[in-house]
């Protein structure tokens, strides 16, 4: 009998530390790094700033002269002209070859205008980029926050159970010493019944938040997965009075809504000059060296001339300059220049805009910041009255000098202070994390 006990001991305690094992705790510093690798629509976003980088490249290098090479074949099968332009019967054939290159020399700055334009894109597609990561710390941070605050308060109901189970049992034996009636019994198996229904529900949004939690960070085992409150568990709040326009004329200057409406306006600036430069004259140089072979070339002796002779024969280098004065397209360009300049308006009112946005947000972030301050404080002394009260009731209530529906009035106003406490508690951390969010920018 004692081997058997020994060894269902070891088996449960083989069983508890391999589910020890499995289970993965993880902080919200962890949570975040593991999101930002992850995260689909960050990486979809980190691959439109790479297409962004490789345009601006692109628009770069076509400043530079284009040159190619290109052959040409011709069959004849009966009349053909040959390379004195006369007429020749029977099969013969042509090829032409060479290398060519063109240069555009001026063409009203549209070039280097949408070299910088493109730039400025690539630039604004970086901030929207980090917006992206900004957004999505804050979402982990504030489901990270509310899944600790859910597995407190279980914590908390948790042990509001445990009391009045162990009521429950002084009862019992009081009931049996005929010290009290039976119906004290139903009355204290009520209030347990209520706790557990409690329980059962705060575990329950504790597990959805953590399901929540798991899927936005793209953790595929949401089973095993527990989070910690380590590198949280020492913050507390403190009132950190800020001037909301210092705050401002930091923000605006990192903030990356801010500096993508700011890089915006600059490529709309750049295609607008883009546009007036479409007006201008085009001037392009252009050069190469051809040559040309024919099957009708004949030396002296009736053979074909070699392909060497017919280069230096046929060869050709040649340099030229061409002019392209627009006069009428059907007023294409007065159009787009006109459209262009909308699109400019539209990204200085839209840079307008989001500072007055951010300035709103601001304002309302740090606001939320010292009100859950006030709540805090205001909340750690209810809870302090709060378990006085509560232990003065138990007291009572083990005496028999009140009922069953006062002790647990009372000791549910002792879990609500404690609940109200770790709510501002955790909603303190997320504004901070919050605003500190705002202050670095990303």
Known sequence: MRRLIYILALITISLSQA???????WTLEKCIIHAMEKNLDLKISRNLYQKAVYDHRQSAWSMSPEVGAFA???VNFQRATNQDYQIETGTTYTVNYGVGASLNLFAGFTAHNMTAARRFYKLAVGESTKLSEYLLELEITELFSRALYQKALADVVREKLEISLRESERIAATIEAGQLEPVAQNEINAAVSANRLELSR????YK???LRLAQTIEVPDVYNFEISDAGLESALPVNNYSNIDSL???ISLVYPAVQQREFELEYYKKMHQVS???YSPTLTMRGGYTSEFYSADKTETGKETPFSTQFDKYRNPYLGLSLNVPLFTGRKRDFQTKKSR???ENAVFSLENQKKQLRRELEEAVFRLEAHYIEYSTAVHNLEFAEKSFETYREKFGLGLINTTDFMTAQNQYTLARSNVMLARYNWIVQKKTVELYCNGR
């Open 276 to 278: 007036k430069g479409n």
């Open 19 to 25: 589910m020890a094992q499995a289970t993965e705790f």
């Open 208 to 210: 959805l938040l953590k």
């Open 72 to 74: 040409n074949s011709n």
């Open 202 to 205: 705060a575990a329950n949004e």
């Open 342 to 344: 909308i699109d400019l």
């Open 248 to 250: 401002y004329a930091l």
